[in-house]
């Protein structure tokens, strides 16, 4: 039988976002697909940007955007506010990987469209959106980073540079942001099982592409296991609630935080 109080607690779990606008960027499918839907089924209205259409589901619109294009993120958010005339939260989980590219490897073409599509999206997105926040005085940006923003070795050249700049990006607007009542944080997750680890990027830029078949992503789960001191990889469900906590209005205090989903591999 169900008590009152856990009654009680599903339907505040239910209305923990009621009423606020939330824009999430990759949020088609994986991680940033089911943070969407998580956000949706508690209360919030959803907005995803994504190269790809998502299936359709209640209180989610899909707008088909490439980050890297300023100016179609500039009108597909120009859209999002018209609509919603608010943004309370955005989370940006776009990202491709490099197919662990080394130094000698790496092509201009390869470079560019990893840290355009890693960060310098996110600052498009984030310059749209943030001047709505600080009129309201309130806002919460949610980041995806990597433990390759953290370590070496979880990704190539490129991602790894890109995965920086992100906790990078993070600490500067937690500091420049703040003051408006906005804050800004990442999650940087290990191997999650249930996404694309092995990622080529020939459909994104055929220039410069390097193989995947390298590196921790290609692993077999059994050994990428290993390599983690939980003995496991991770799951999405072990990600999700993390960055619905940072969107949430109780975390007024976690500004310019980083936090390791990773069962302690940056431990090591």
């Not at 508690?42 to 209640?58: H, N």
């Not at 500091?175 to 990622?199: C, D, F, H, W």
């Not at 999405?236 to 591999?265: K, M, Q, Y």
Request: glycine letters at 12%; aromatic letters at 4%; charged letters at 20%.
């Amino acid at each position: 039988m169900t008590t009152t109080s856990e009654r009680a607690a599903v339907v505040a779990a239910e209305s923990r976002f009621t009423e606020q606008n939330i824009v999430v960027v990759g949020g088609a499918s994986g991680i940033g697909g089911e943070v969407a839907s998580a956000l949706a089924q508690a209360g919030a209205t959803v907005d995803v940007l994504d190269r790809v259409e998502r299936p359709q589901e209640e209180k989610i619109t899909t707008s088909v955007v490439d980050v890297r294009d300023r100016d179609a993120v500039a009108a597909a958010l120009a859209a999002v506010v018209e609509r919603r005339t608010s943004v309370d939260g955005v989370v940006y989980a776009a990202g491709v990987l490099d197919g662990y590219a080394t130094l000698e490897e790496i092509s201009p073409e390869l470079m560019d469209v990893v840290l355009d599509v890693n960060c310098v999206g996110a600052v498009n997105v984030l310059q749209q959106v943030v001047p709505t926040m600080k009129t309201a005085g309130y806002g919460r940006i949610v980041l995806f980073g990597s433990i390759a923003g953290i370590v070496a070795g979880a990704g190539g050249i490129a991602y790894t540079m890109s995965k920086h700049a992100v906790a990078g990006l993070v600490k500067h607007l937690a500091v420049e942001l703040g003051p408006y009542g906005i804050t800004t944080n990442s999650v940087a997750p290990g191997s999650i099982q249930g996404t694309k680890i092995r990622t080529s990027i020939t459909a994104i830029t055929s220039p410069g592409s390097v193989a995947t078949d390298r590196g921790l992503g290609v692993m077999s789960a059994e050994d990428a296991a290993k390599t983690y001191p939980v003995g496991r990889l991770g799951t999405i469900d072990a990600v999700v609630p993390t960055v619905l906590h940072l969107l949430d209005r109780s975390s007024w205090f976690i500004n310019g935080a980083e936090v390791a989903i990773d069962g302690g591999f940056t431990s090591k």
